[in-house]
């Protein structure tokens, strides 16, 4: 059964430092994994996709690396801002295109 | 940009009772998702729904659990006699051919 975990659970970063979020999963036969923000008491916002060919996918200050063969993947954030505080999901997609199964997230708080 | 609609944001029922939740999901997107969030916990899969018929579901989403895709533009998730235990945070994702998925803001279920 996949597991997916996030470590750490927490983080407190001053605002300029680089963040740098871990995800695992215990079966590397994934489809693809999914990077998301999720605001206090709000939805999920879609960061980065990567697909189970791709080692790693960029967006802006937003780097995501994908090993499968280690089951990682690690979510790098530049220059971190106030407005990045927030909580990052990771998903694994287990099977093509259907569900995904979450790790717990990471929370993160950059202070000014 | 296109984005997946929730409504309402929260809804407040007493154990027993039904709850319709609803969603718009993107347009031309063809498969469409429910997930859960109890509070505090993971994120987890509840069904997923292609071609007007569920592909797949998870332990979770028992005979009080359906779901319904009435028109071209509507998706929707119904319990049939709420519990305590159903109250979360229930979120509708949908996807493209791309397989990236889109989250709503979410509803808010409390049963009382």
């Known amino acids: 059964k996949q597991e997916v975990t996030q470590i750490p659970a927490a983080l407190s970063v ?13 079966d590397s036969a994934i489809y693809n994994l999914q990077w998301f ?8 916002t ?20 994908l090993d499968k063969s280690s089951g990682r993947s690690t979510l790098y954030i530049a220059a971190s801002q106030p407005g990045d505080s927030a909580t990052y999901l990771c998903a694994v997609y287990t099977d093509s295109w259907g569900k995904l199964q979450f790790g717990a997230g990471t929370q993160v708080v950059v202070t000014p | 940009e296109p984005e997946v609609t929730q409504t309402p944001s929260h809804q407040v029922t007493q154990m027993g009772q039904e709850v319709i939740l609803r969603c718009v999901p993107i347009s031309n997107h063809l498969y469409f998702y429910w997930y859960r969030q109890i509070l505090g916990q993971k994120v987890e ?10 592909s797949e579901k998870s332990e979770i989403f028992d005979d009080q659990f359906s779901v319904e895709r009435p028109d071209g533009s509507n998706f929707t998730l119904k319990i049939r006699s709420t519990k305590l235990e159903d109250s979360a945070m229930y979120f509708c994702a949908s996807s493209g051919l791309a397989g990236e998925q889109y989250f709503g803001p979410g509803t808010r279920l409390t049963v009382t």
Do not use: H, M, W
Request: overall charge negative; charged content about 20%; hydrophobic content about 30%.
């Open chain 1, 37 to 44: 923000r999720q605001d206090p008491g709000k939805g999920l």
């Open chain 2, 45 to 54: 899969f509840l069904v997923s729904f292609y071609n007007n018929e569920i």
């Open chain 1, 14 to 26: 001053p605002e300029g430092e680089n963040l740098v979020l871990n995800c695992s999963f215990t």
């Open chain 1, 46 to 65: 879609s960061l980065l996709l990567i697909q189970s060919s791709q080692r790693e996918q960029t967006s802006g200050r937003l780097n995501a690396s």
